[in-house]
T-cell receptor, first 113, second 111 residues
Framework: GEDVEQSLFLSVREGDSSVINCTYT??????LYWYKQEPGAGLQLLTY?????DMKQDQRLTVLLNKKDKHLSLRIADTQTGDSAIYFC?????????????FGRGTQLTVWP | EAQVTQNPRYLITVTGKKLTVTCSQN?????MSWYRQDPGLGLRQIYY???????DKGDVPEGYKVSRKEKRNFPLILESPSPNQTSLYFC??????????FGSGTRLTVV
């Protein structure tokens, strides 16, 4: 559960869709999360998905989980300038306690007007 | 308002001078945790607690201590701070599977 990989940067135009990708090495991860961090702020939980699900949708956010490839993605529809932030993928591995949450290094999303 | 409160927000201190960063949550959460955030390294877990008097090491516990005497409080103690502990620190709490709620952060500089 210690190796959560994300690309560091993503730029999109306002109104387009953004897709932020994450790969994890622990195929038995049980819970996976997406957090958002705006400049100078703490982390805000956006959404999460359990390993027995393939997809979860919440308004403009869609999370896709491919357990075979150990790949998690966050799609933001109709991206706005207010979506510019760092997005972190995080996981709790099977066998870990629920307090043991591993984070990726974050993807800096920049939205151009 | 449900929240995690950590203090201070900013702190500059000198090497070797003991300090404590306080953390309190009002959500009756069992789990609490401390993370540090450094450029290019993301968030790394320092310590976490599953309940009162139950704590465990995270990925980078060296140079830090914690205690959980009450459910709502989880202070982070640096007995002898060093410059490599200059970082942005976050406290967080959780009920379990729903993910952590984070505080606003404490920016610590050790000179």
């Amino acid at each position: 559960g210690e190796d959560v990989e994300q690309s560091l940067f993503l730029s999109v135009r306002e109104g387009d869709s953004s897709v932020i990708n994450c790969t994890y090495t622990d195929s038995s991860s049980t819970y996976l999360y997406w957090y958002k961090q705006e400049p100078g702020a703490g982390l805000q939980l956006l959404t999460y998905i359990f390993s027995n699900m393939d997809m979860k949708q919440d308004q403009r956010l869609t999370v896709l989980l491919n357990k075979k490839d150990k790949h998690l993605s966050l799609r933001i529809a109709d991206t706005q300038t207010g979506d510019s932030a760092i997005y972190f993928c995080a996981e709790i591995a099977r066998g870990s306690t629920l307090g043991r949450l591993y984070f990726g290094r974050g993807t800096q999303l920049t939205v151009w007007p | 308002e449900a929240q995690v409160t950590q203090n201070p927000r900013y702190l500059i201190t000198v090497t070797g001078k003991k300090l404590t960063v306080t953390c309190s949550q009002n959500m009756n959460h069992e789990y609490m945790s401390w993370y540090r955030q450094d450029p290019g390294l993301g968030l790394r877990q320092i310590y976490y607690s599953m309940n009162v008097e139950v704590t465990d090491k995270g990925d980078v516990p060296e140079g830090y201590k914690v205690s959980r005497k009450e459910k709502r409080n989880f202070p982070l103690i640096l007995e002898s701070p060093s410059p490599n502990q200059t970082s942005l620190y976050f406290c967080a709490s959780s009920l379990g599977t729903g993910g952590y709620t984070f505080g606003s952060g404490t920016r610590l500089t050790v000179v």
